[in-house]
């Protein structure tokens, strides 16, 4: 009997006789390609109507995190939905008709990929006769409450994490975890291993949100940032806090065709928790420079990259005011009203060269007021330093936390790293073509003005953090623009 799998790319028709050949035994009868993986498989066909391969179907359909399965009432077992192909029937007009007959869901369109195809184990199987499936994946949006029918005593959506740890009918589970290993988006992936996955909270980043590594049985790993709505008593910076991550996803998904400085597998659930690959010590990244030879190639690596990254299609804000104009608005354009308050903080700081940055904030006041209007011809980051920046010696550059990125100065992440640098105690004079004056200076009003704003959870290491910045970049205004 001829069957006919669907009409998507690299799949053909075929028949019985285009498969793996199949031995037949002194009678003639076609013999179980597994028959040495299954011992005291009976002779004979049992219950099916052909000798050799009997052809079915099974379906594996996700709604979101959750898969649908039916219980049996063969075996009371829980399994995929599907069934024995008909006669001139298709794999997919089969994979429909069998799910809907046996749980009421509706599958329509196209949005399916086949998973496998070949033997599979089952009770029923004999010696001359056995089912081959064809295993198709599918995802649906509406999630239809499943119905049970004359086969089946039950049908529900499972949680993925749970579906791991029934035992279900036949080959399904291996078919299921073949689809999630290969097709699976990384959510997917994440929770179907559930628990059997190790968790690692990493240091570091921004505090408004939740950041964790995961690493699958597989070993593949995974980095999480999630919104948590607890870390705020303000609710408009709430709202901002998720709004950002829905930004970083765009960026990631409108320069997907440059991935050779962005990571992989990018997945954005709902709007409050962004999945990508890890970047992982563990795998060879590194997330500070490093010493010797290589730091000159990690300097050398991460200033390509950022030239590259600029010159790229500007993505504009749609829902968060541009960073270009925060920058200004959140930095020297308060200077007057804020002037002793920064100088205050500045000289209670204890930190060095604090007191020489204090006694120059005039003369850089009157540097920005001075300044010619900025030309925003590139796309950028605004926030390019180390911990945002994964660099693997064979690899390359991966830069993250793209959530401030918006129009900005040819040169505007070049100097950030670069001031990120002189930070650490590294030396950058050998650079100073990609060290842009005037945005260093724009730098400083924004992270002196922030230097003086509250503490989160009166914890004052990102406000002193913001004031070591601002020093270095004083010492390279100083230093760059009078070379």
Known sequence: MKREFHSSPGLTEYTANDVPHIETDSLGRPLHPWREKIPDLKEGKGVYWEWGPNYTVDSIIINQVSLLLVRRTDNNKWALPGGFIDEGESVLEASIRETYEESGVTLEGTNHQIVYSGPTKDERAHLNAWPETTALLWRVNARTEPKTSEETSDSRWMPLDMVRKIDLHGSHQWMIEKAIIEYGTPHEKIEYYGSESEVVKPNGGHMGYDRSIITLPSQERYFIKS?????????????????????????????????????????????????????????????????????????????????????????????????????????????????????????????????????????????????????????????????????????????????????GTELADTTSFLIDLEKSGRSVNNYKQYFDVDHAIVLIGFWLEHSTWPAHNDNDSVRLQQILSAIAAHRLVNKLSSN
């Open 227 to 407: 919104h948590d709505e607890n870390k705020f008593s303000d609710a408009v910076r709430a709202h901002h806090s998720k709004l950002y991550l829905v930004k970083e996803h765009d960026v990631y998904q409108n320069a997907n065709h440059i991935n050779d400085y962005l990571p992989s597998s990018v997945h954005l659930e709902s709007d409050d928790r962004l999945i990508m690959e890890a970047l992982d010590e563990r795998d060879g990244w590194h997330w500070r420079i490093l010493d010797g030879i290589k730091a000159i190639k990690y300097i050398e690596d991460v200033l390509a990259a950022l030239s590259q990254m600029s010159q790229q299609p500007i993505i504009h804000d749609r829902l968060i005011d541009p960073t270009h104009q925060t920058l200004h608005r959140e930095g020297w354009l308060n200077y007057h009203q804020n002037r002793e308050a920064i100088r205050t903080r500045l000289l209670s700081s204890d930190i060095d060269e604090a007191s020489v940055l204090s006694e120059d904030l005039d003369r850089l006041y009157q540097l920005y007021k001075s300044m010619p209007q900025s030309e925003l011809t590139n796309f950028a980051h605004h926030d390019m330093r180390q911990s945002n920046i994964a660099w693997h010696p064979s690899k390359g550059v991966r830069l993250v936390d793209w959530s401030w990125a918006g129009p």
